[in-house]
């Protein structure tokens, strides 16, 4: 049975490389000469790393925001919401803002604000010394943050699935768009740099000094990020340059709590799940933008699952390199540049990203074929997909594209 699209808004994007879907595409399409990732000893007492930190002053919340929701990872989200706030107001106007649900993802949420009260604790200190912000570290909090600033009403929750988050809340508020729940939902993710996390990637060892170089025999890890993007998502082509989800897939291996199933087979089982929905066969995806975060383990089980699913010939990309792993947002923004490639008015010559690396191909991986600066889309209806992994074996891939 074949799946009835529902429709994306422009996106909203705010990343290292930047603000806003042009700018985006056209650092994707023309990547800079200086590299935006910042090498920085500040997370890590005496080790330098390479990260995607967003160095723009975010704008400030509205003087009436309760102090619940004041945190930097929903300023960030609020910072990249102004791109998109006329579409929510259309939203509103056209539903009525009960009618009007929100999803967001994010693994980080605001836990940085309890830091004062954990670094008093370690000191001696006692609990009810500082005070504890409960609302600003849940993992709804973004969720909750977007539907109090705008006044909406319909449903609000977070999704939280590691380095899925931010697609399976747009796979979310596809299906409370199905099944009649609501008319619009705004839906992406956020997520900002971190202690947390940081340490504890680099618990694994997986962190790299320098740019991550994704699939490359030469590969030594990861380069973490942070990143909002957001979509107002309606069952119709409410806005003039929407675009369809034509389809999306997800799987759970359970492998690991932090290792991919290593024979790819989750993966796989994400990507044939996404085609199945959206009745179409591999060899309609002109472009895979790859999880590919520059690990040993990712991209031997992504590369295996991509030449299951879609053979060697398919254009594939990782954009990490550029803005770092975004972790509970990287889903949606990467589904983000995949609308943005789609997309004829922001990317009017159909060119395609290249992939950012030495060149230098692991020999142990199969041979999928990756783009360059003068890849293009190969056929004339544009579609892609966009793949995102987790720990615990959480696999998402979403397709976007033309309509048919």
């Not at 967003?54 to 619940?68: I, M």
């Not at 000191?123 to 709804?140: A, E, K, R, T, Y």
Request: hydrophobic share 45%; glycine share 12%.
């Amino acid at each position: 049975m074949t799946n009835t699209p529902v429709f994306l808004s422009a996106p909203a994007v705010t990343s290292a490389l930047g603000s806003g879907l042009q700018a985006h595409v056209d650092a994707l399409l023309n990547p800079p000469a200086v590299s935006p990732l910042t090498v920085s000893e500040q997370w890590m007492k005496g080790k330098a790393y390479a990260f995607g930190a967003v160095t723009e002053t975010l704008r400030p919340f509205p003087e009436s925001l309760a102090a619940v929701h004041r945190s930097r990872n929903n300023q960030l989200l609020w910072h990249a919401l102004r791109q998109i706030e006329a579409d929510i107001a259309g939203a509103v106007a056209r539903f009525g803002a009960g009618r009007v649900a929100v999803v967001m993802g994010t693994s980080t949420s605001g836990v940085d604000e309890n830091i004062p009260l954990f670094q008093h604790i370690v000191s001696g200190g006692g609990w009810h010394d500082v005070p504890f912000n409960q609302q600003q570290q849940i993992l709804s909090a973004p969720a909750d943050f977007v539907a109090a600033v705008y006044g909406l009403g319909g449903l609000c929750y977070g999704v939280s699935t590691a380095c899925t988050s931010g697609a399976r809340a747009l796979i979310s508020a596809a299906r409370l768009l199905k099944a009649g729940l609501c008319d619009a939902v705004v839906c992406g993710g956020v997520d900002t740099l971190s202690p947390l996390t940081i340490n504890g990637f680099a618990a694994l060892e997986v962190l790299s000094d320098g740019r991550a170089n994704p699939f490359s025999v030469n590969r030594n890890g990861i380069n973490i990020g942070e990143a909002a993007a957001a979509f107002v998502m309606t069952r119709e082509a409410d806005f003039g340059s929407s675009l369809p989800l034509l389809g999306y897939g997800a799987s759970s291996d359970a492998y690991h709590m932090s290792s991919p199933r290593p024979d790819g087979m989750g993966a796989a089982q994400a990507f044939q799940t996404a085609l199945k929905h959206a009745g179409m066969p591999s060899e309609a995806i002109g472009w895979i933008n790859l999880h590919g975060t520059g690990t040993q383990h990712n991209d031997s089980m992504e590369s295996l699952a991509v030449a299951q699913v879609f053979g060697g010939q398919t254009p594939c990309t990782s954009t990490k390199p550029l803005t770092g792993h975004t972790l509970g947002a990287a889903g949606a923004i990467e589904a983000a540049f995949l609308w943005g490639m789609v997309s004829r008015r922001h990317n009017p010559q159909g060119r395609l990203p290249p992939q950012i690396w030495d060149g230098v191909r692991d020999p142990a991986l199969p041979a999928i074929a990756f783009t360059d600066s003068h890849s293009a889309w190969p056929l004339e209806r544009r579609i892609g997909a966009s793949a995102s992994f987790a720990f615990g074996g959480s696999n998402a891939v979403v397709v976007v594209g033309e309509p048919a």
